[in-house]
RNA sequence: GCCAGAGUGGCGGAAUGGCAUACGCAGCGGACUUAAAAUCCGCGGAUGGCAGCACCAUCGUGGGGGUUCGAGUCCCCCCUCUGGCACCA
C-alpha cells in the first residue's frame, strides 16, 4: 500500500478485475436468487457525454451494485438509440457514413461509461441499428399492420425543415420542433400512424397501476391524453341537411346557442362554398388563417375573429336555425373541428358574440337570478337553475346535463361520449438513418406487407448523401425497385424509414434474450424479467419513449405474446445538472452554452471515484443541481482522507485478531460502535426508501468524523481497535455502491479476499442502537432552555422532575406559573409557563 | 386559466409535528512548514446589550393569518420561480 492515494492505478486495475471476473454478468435462467432488472435508459449515441448524462449512468450503478450486494440476481445491460439525424447530417456535411460515425460514436462512449467505473452486462449490449435488431422492430411494425392498428393516411402533419414529419408528442408548447427547435408546419402527406388513441383509455386508467411512477410524469400522461366527458350532438346544416355533430362538456346549455363556430380546416366549407353568396369573403377568410403559423394562431391573447359562412344550422332540440361562423378559435383537431357556442355561459363564446353582436341568451340563472344577457360583462359558468330551456326549466343544471343528453340519445339526435385530445402517432419519417417501413407498394395490391421470413428489410450501405433535398434512400433504385410478395409483379418499397420511438419501445424485452435470431423475444424468459423493477432516464421522455412504450408494451399483450401490461414497475426521473453561463445565468449543459462540464479531465485530475461521489452528493437525485467546480473538493479530500486513516492504522488493523464485543466496550468505542450501526440503518434506508443519495453519503461522512473523533490515546484498548477496525470495514463496505474502485483496494487492504461485492452488505445489530444514557431538550414555551442527560429508561415522571430541578430552567421560571408540562418520553420536555 | 413541484446561512443543501442550518463548498483563526501546497485542530444565521470576550436577550426557513405545549414541517390566503397542459368546446 502507498501513501497517497493513488486513484489512476487502482481505477484501472479494479475495472480490468469486473470485467476478468465477469462481476456483472447476469445468468438469466439463475432463479435461485431473487431477480432485480435495473434499467437506465439507454442513449443516443451523440459523440461524448457531460457530467450530467453521467448522474443517470451512475445511479443506476449505485442501485445495480447495491442490489448485487444484497444477493440478487441483478440484470443491468446497456445499449444505444442508434438511429437518428445527428448521424445523417454528419454525413451530409462531413461525408462520413452514418454507420461510421454511429459506430466510432458508440465507441467512445463505452469507454466514457467505462471509465466512470459503472458496470453493465456487455455480453447484452444492443444497437437499434444492427440488422439483427432493427429485423424485430420490423417485426412488430408488421404486427401492428396486422392487427389494424398502422395505417396509411393523408392528412396535415407536422413538418421541421431539418427533421422532416414530426409526431404530435415531438412538437412544443411554442409549436416549435423538439429536437431542432425550428418552428413547425402543417403539410398535407400521406403518412403512416399507429392507433395509439385507440389505446387511450386503457394508457389512462393503467397509470394507476403503476404507483411507483412519479406523479408529476403520470400527470403528464394523463393531461396528454386528455380524457374529456361530455356529449355529442348532431346539428343539421339548415340549407343542404349535411350533419354537423359537435362535442360539448356542456350539454346543459343546449338551449342557448346563438350561432355555431367552424374552423377554417373544416371539409364541409369546401363542399358548402362553390357559388354560395358568401364565397369570396369567406374564402378570403380561411386563406388568411391557413397562412398563420399553428404557434401563432396558439398564442394567448389572439384575437377572435371569423366571417359568417352564409349559412344556419338547426339546433335539434328546439328546430332553432342559427348562423354558421367561420371562426379562428376552433382547432380542427379537436372534437368535430365545429363547436355550438353558447355566448351567455362560455368566456369564449361571449368574447366572439360581443365583438360580432351576436345575441347572447342565458340559460342558467345564478341563485339571485340577476343575470341579464344585455348587461353581461362576462360569461357565466357557474352551476345554477335552468332557464329558457323548454322542458328542463327550473331544473338544477348539473341534474339537466344527463337527463338533457338522455332525453336527445332516445330521439336519436344526441348521446354521451367521451373525447380524447391525443391523435395517432406519426410514425414515418422522410430520412435514411433509420429502420425502413417493411411495406411495398404494388399498383395492384396497394401496401403489401414484406413477409416475416423475408425481414430484415435491409438498409442499403451505398446512398449518396450530398443531394440537397429529400430522402437519400428514395433515390436508391437498387432499394426501391423490388416485385409485390403477393403478385410478384414489380412494385416499389416504401422509402420512409420508423420515428427511433418505434426502435426504443421495446429495448427492454430484447436485453433479456439478445442473440435470439428466431423471435425478437422469448415470452417465457419475459415474463421472469419484467417489468422492468427500476427505470431510471429523463422526464423529458414523458410523454414521447415511456408512453410508446406503454402502448407497444400494451399492444403485444394483446397479440397474445407479452403477459404483462405495463413495462416498468417503478421509475425514477433523474434532475438534470445545470451550471452557470458566461452571462451569469443557470442552464442546463448545453454546447451552445459553453456551460459543459466533460468527465475526463476530471477522472483524470482527481479520478472517477471522486466524479461518482460529487455526482451523487451535489443534491436531491430528482431535482437539477447546480454543478460548482468547486464543490469536488469535498469528495476528493474524503476519499483521500479515507484512504490516509487506513494508511496510518495498516499495521494496528492487521494485529487486530478481537471482534467488538458489546460487553466488553468502553464508552468512547461504544458510541463509535452505535454511531456505525445508526449509519448502516440510515444509508440502508436513503437507498431503499427512495434513491437519497446525497443524504446517505453525508451518513458515511459523519461517520467519518466520529472515527475521526476517536482519539489516538483512546485506541490501546483491544475493544476500541476493533470497533475501529469494523467501522472502516463497514464504511468500505458501504461506500462500494458509491466509490467501487476504491472500495474494492481498501477491502483488499483490510485483509480481506479480493471481491467486496461478495461479502455483502453490513447488517445492522440492533443491540449496538440502544444506549445507557439519552439527551434530553428542555424547552420553556417551546424555546430551548437546556439539556440534561438521563438514563435511558427514565420515566416521564423521572424526566419531569429532572426538568424542572434543572438551573436554567429554575431560573427562566422566575416569576412565571408552570401551567402544563408536556413529556416526550426520550426526547424533550417542554413546560408551558405563564 | 388549470395541474404539479420548488422557495431554508455567502453557496450546494439537511431535518418521522420536538435542539433549524446536519454533510459539503467557500471564508476566517490556529498547528505543522524556511515558505507554500497538502494535512490536522477550531470558528462560523442576523441584530442588540458589552470597548472586547464570556454570557445574555430578541428576531430568524418567500409574505400574511391559523391549529398546537411546540410549526421549515399541518390548515387557509397571497407572492415569486420551474415544469406540464391550454381559444380543447
Request: proline share 7%.
Amino acid at each position: 500500500m502507498q501513501e497517497k492515494y493513488p486513484f489512476h492505478e487502482i481505477e484501472r486495475k479494479w475495472q480490468a478485475w469486473w470485467e476478468q471476473e465477469q462481476t456483472f454478468r447476469c445468468d438469466t435462467h439463475d432463479t435461485t436468487r431473487e431477480k432485480f432488472y435495473c434499467l437506465t435508459m439507454f442513449p443516443y449515441p451523440s459523440g461524448s457525454m457531460h457530467v450530467g448524462h453521467g448522474r443517470n449512468y451512475i445511479m443506476g450503478d449505485v442501485l445495480t451494485r447495491y442490489k448485487l450486494m444484497r444477493g440478487f440476481n441483478v440484470l443491468s445491460p446497456m445499449g444505444w438509440d442508434a438511429f437518428g439525424l445527428p448521424a445523417e447530417n454528419a454525413a451530409k456535411t462531413r461525408g462520413v457514413h452514418p454507420k461510421t460515425h454511429t459506430i466510432g460514436n458508440i465507441a467512445h462512449m463505452k469507454e466514457q461509461i467505462r471509465s466512470w467505473g459503472v458496470g453493465y452486462d456487455w455480453s447484452r449490449e444492443i444497437a437499434t441499428c444492427h440488422p439483427e435488431y432493427y429485423r424485430w422492430t420490423q417485426w412488430i411494425f408488421l404486427k401492428l399492420h396486422e392487427m389494424g392498428l398502422a395505417y396509411r393516411k393523408a392528412a396535415p402533419v407536422n413538418w421541421c425543415p431539418l427533421c422532416t414529419t414530426l409526431a404530435n408528442e415531438e412538437v412544443t408548447a411554442e409549436g416549435t420542433c423538439d429536437r431542432c427547435g425550428r418552428p413547425v408546419e402543417k403539410r398535407n402527406l400521406e403518412q403512416w400512424f399507429f392507433k395509439i388513441t385507440a389505446y387511450a383509455q386503457r394508457l389512462l386508467d393503467d397509470l394507476e397501476t403503476i404507483p411507483k411512477w412519479p406523479e408529476k410524469v403520470r400527470q403528464m400522461q394523463a393531461n396528454w391524453i386528455g380524457r374529456s366527458e361530455g356529449a355529442r350532438v348532431d346539428f343539421a346544416l339548415s340549407e343542404t341537411g349535411d350533419p354537423c355533430p359537435v362535442f360539448t362538456t356542456r350539454p346543459d346549455t343546449i338551449y342557448g346557442v346563438t350561432f355555431m363556430a367552424v374552423a377554417p380546416e373544416h371539409p364541409l366549407l369546401q363542399k358548402l362554398l362553390p357559388g354560395s353568396p358568401n364565397e369570396q369573403e369567406v374564402r378570403a377568410f380561411i386563406d388568411h388563417q391557413l397562412k398563420i403559423p399553428a404557434a401563432e394562431r396558439a398564442a394567448e391573447n389572439a384575437l377572435k375573429e371569423g366571417v359568417f359562412s352564409g349559412f344556419h344550422v338547426t339546433n335539434p332540440y328546439n328546430n332553432e336555425k342559427v348562423p354558421l361562423w367561420v371562426t379562428n378559435y376552433v382547432v380542427m383537431e379537436y372534437g368535430t373541428g365545429m363547436v355550438m357556442a353558447v355566448p351567455a355561459h362560455d368566456q369564449r363564446d361571449f368574447d366572439f358574440a360581443r365583438h360580432y353582436q351576436l345575441p347572447v341568451k342565458v340559460v342558467i340563472q345564478n341563485a339571485e337570478g340577476s343575470l341579464v344577457a344585455e348587461s353581461m360583462e362576462d360569461a357565466y359558468v357557474e352551476d345554477g337553475t335552468m332557464t329558457a330551456s323548454a322542458p328542463f326549466d327550473g331544473r338544477p343544471n348539473r341534474e339537466a346535463l344527463t337527463e338533457i343528453v338522455a332525453y336527445g340519445k332516445e330521439r336519436g339526435f344526441a348521446d354521451f361520449t367521451v373525447n380524447f385530445r391525443i391523435r395517432d402517432w406519426l410514425v414515418s419519417r422522410q430520412r435514411y438513418w433509420g429502420c425502413p417501413i417493411p411495406i411495398v407498394h404494388c399498383d395492384a395490391c396497394g401496401a403489401v406487407p414484406v413477409p416475416e421470413d423475408q425481414l430484415p428489410v435491409l438498409l442499403p450501405d451505398d446512398v449518396e448523401f450530398q443531394s440537397e433535398q429529400g430522402n437519400p434512400l428514395a433515390r436508391h433504385e437498387g432499394f426501391v425497385n423490388t416485385t409485390c410478395p403477393k403478385c410478384g409483379k414489380p412494385a416499389r418499397r416504401e422509402t420512409d424509414t420508423l420515428a427511433q420511438w418505434l426502435c426504443s419501445c421495446w429495448y427492454f424485452l430484447r436485453y433479456v434474450n439478445p442473440r435470439d435470431t428466431t423471435q425478437p423475444f422469448d415470452t417465457g424468459d419475459i415474463a421472469h424479467w419484467l417489468p422492468v423493477d427500476q427505470y431510471i432516464g429523463g422526464v423529458e421522455h414523458a410523454v414521447l419513449h415511456l408512453l410508446y412504450s406503454r402502448f407497444i408494451v400494451k399492444v403485444l399483450h394483446d397479440a397474445g405474446c407479452c403477459p404483462f401490461s405495463e413495462p416498468f414497475e417503478a421509475l425514477f426521473t433523474q434532475g438534470m445538472i445545470c451550471k452557470k453561463a458566461e452571462d451569469g445565468k443557470l442552464y442546463k449543459m448545453s454546447k451552445s452554452k459553453g456551460n459543459v462540464v466533460s468527465p475526463d479531465q476530471l477522472i483524470a485530475d482527481y479520478g472517477a471515484d471522486t466524479l461518482r461521489l460529487y455526482t451523487l452528493f451535489i443534491g436531491p437525485p430528482e431535482m437539477d443541481a447546480e454543478w460548482q467546480d468547486a464543490g469536488i473538493q469535498g469528495p476528493y479530500r474524503f476519499l483521500g482522507r479515507l484512504w490516509r486513516r487506513v494508511w496510518e492504522s495498516r499495521d494496528m488493523l492487521r494485529d487486530t485478531p478481537v471482534q467488538p464485543d458489546l460487553h466488553a466496550m468502553a464508552r468512547p468505542e461504544r458510541d463509535l460502535y452505535r454511531k456505525l450501526h445508526q449509519t448502516i440503518r440510515n444509508v440502508t434506508d436513503a437507498i431503499e426508501s427512495g434513491f437519497r443519495f446525497n443524504t446517505a453519503i453525508a451518513q458515511i461522512m459523519e461517520l467519518m468524523n466520529a472515527l475521526d473523533a476517536l482519539k489516538a490515546e483512546a485506541l490501546e484498548t483491544p475493544q476500541a481497535r476493533a470497533v475501529f477496525r469494523q467501522t472502516l470495514s463497514d464504511m468500505v463496505r458501504m461506500l462500494a455502491p458509491f466509490t467501487p474502485h476504491v472500495a474494492e483496494e481498501l477491502w483488499v487492504e483490510l485483509g480481506n479476499p479480493a471481491g467486496v461485492m461478495k461479502a455483502g452488505w453490513p447488517a445492522v445489530i440492533e443491540a449496538a442502537l440502544e444506549a445507557d444514557t439519552i439527551e434530553v431538550v428542555l424547552q420553556i414555551n417551546g424555546k430551548v432552555r437546556g439539556r440534561i442527560e438521563l438514563p435511558a429508561d427514565a420515566s416521564r415522571e423521572d424526566m419531569e422532575r429532572a426538568a424542572l430541578a434543572d438551573p436554567q430552567v429554575i431560573r427562566h421560571l422566575e416569576d412565571r406559573q408552570v401551567r402544563k408540562v408536556i413529556v416526550v418520553p426520550g426526547r424533550l420536555v417542554n413546560i408551558a409557563a405563564g
